[in-house]
């Protein structure tokens, strides 16, 4: 299988390379919701009401074939399963700080006006 990572690497345009590991719907927001810390699936899912199970766990597949996270599997009953940011998807944190600092300036607060 040929990752998202793999595809960027003979992008020339970095904007490009960066929107196809983390461009989407859904991409962007499930590494924000990381940046607060490790979460199990229904965690993000409950933070992300909106996306449905089967999306969730596609985007976080590929965002784990990107290396963007980490995905932790204990070896108990009931299962548990761990979400946390990479280094590279730690990276990003400054680039989502200012995302949503741009949406609280630009659209939330004009929405309160």
């Given at each position: 299988?040929?990752?998202?990572?793999?595809?960027?690497n003979?992008?020339?345009?970095?904007?490009?390379?960066?929107?196809?590991?983390?461009?989407?719907?859904?991409?962007?927001?499930?590494?924000?919701?990381?940046?607060?810390?490790?979460?199990?699936?229904?965690?993000?899912?409950?933070?992300?009401?909106?996306i449905?199970?089967?999306?969730?766990?596609?985007?976080?597949?590929?965002?784990?074939?990107?290396?963007?996270?980490?995905?932790?599997?204990?070896?108990?009953?009931?299962?548990?399963?761990?979400?946390?940011?990479?280094?590279?998807?730690?990276?990003?944190?400054?680039?989502?700080?200012?995302?949503?600092?741009?949406?609280?300036?630009?659209?939330?607060?004009?929405?309160?006006?």
């Open positions: 299988m040929v990752t998202n990572i793999q595809k960027v003979k992008i020339k345009c970095p904007v490009t390379a960066m929107l196809g590991l983390i461009g989407g719907k859904w991409k962007p927001v499930i590494l924000y919701c990381l940046l607060a810390g490790t979460r199990r699936f229904g965690e993000i899912a409950a933070r992300i009401p909106a449905s199970r089967k999306v969730l766990t596609d985007q976080l597949k590929e965002l784990e074939q990107d290396n963007l996270i980490v995905r932790k599997q204990f070896n108990e009953i009931p299962p548990r399963v761990e979400y946390s940011l990479s280094d590279l998807g730690k990276s990003m944190a400054p680039i989502l700080a200012e995302m949503e600092k741009w949406g609280i300036q630009n659209i939330l607060n004009k929405a309160k006006s």
